[in-house]
């Protein structure tokens, strides 16, 4: 079994930046993906990325400002996210599978989640 922890979230300015972090209690050679869920909205795919980190995809609304990158040695995946906008506002969730590329954006082929960590963004 796995289980994730996410750290990093909290307040910040609209234009600014975060860094989430994501922690597997055991070693893992699965998919490691985030996504984000807003009060009232269905949960959103942000980023994802392969082992051992060749391929990554991102939701068409966050290309270009969030970037996710993986550090295999310490079990972590990260969401470094830039130019940050009210919309971003949400509770972020880190999830893992052993999970096809082509199902990489889908909740349901992942099988572990981290509790969230919510992230606000102030305009």
């Known amino acids: 079994q796995v289980q994730l922890v996410e750290s990093g979230g909290g307040l910040v300015q609209a234009g600014g930046s975060l860094r989430l972090s994501c922690a597997a209690s055991?070693?893992?050679?699965?998919?490691m993906g985030w996504f984000r869920q807003a009060p009232g909205k269905a949960r959103e795919f942000v980023a994802a990325?392969?082992?051992?980190?060749?391929?990554?995809s991102y939701g068409n609304s966050v290309k270009d400002r969030f970037l996710i990158s993986r550090d295999n040695a310490k079990n972590t995946v990260y969401l470094q996210m830039n130019s940050l906008k009210a919309e971003d506002t949400a509770v972020y969730y880190c999830?893992?599978?052993?999970?096809?590329?082509?199902?990489?954006?889908?909740?349901?082929?992942?099988?572990?989640w981290g509790q969230g960590t919510q992230v606000t963004v102030d305009s």
């Open positions: 055991v070693r893992t050679s699965y998919t």
């Open positions: 999830a893992s599978g052993n999970t096809p590329y082509y199902h990489i954006a889908t909740p349901s082929a992942y099988s572990y």
């Open positions: 990325i392969t082992w051992p980190g060749g391929s990554t």
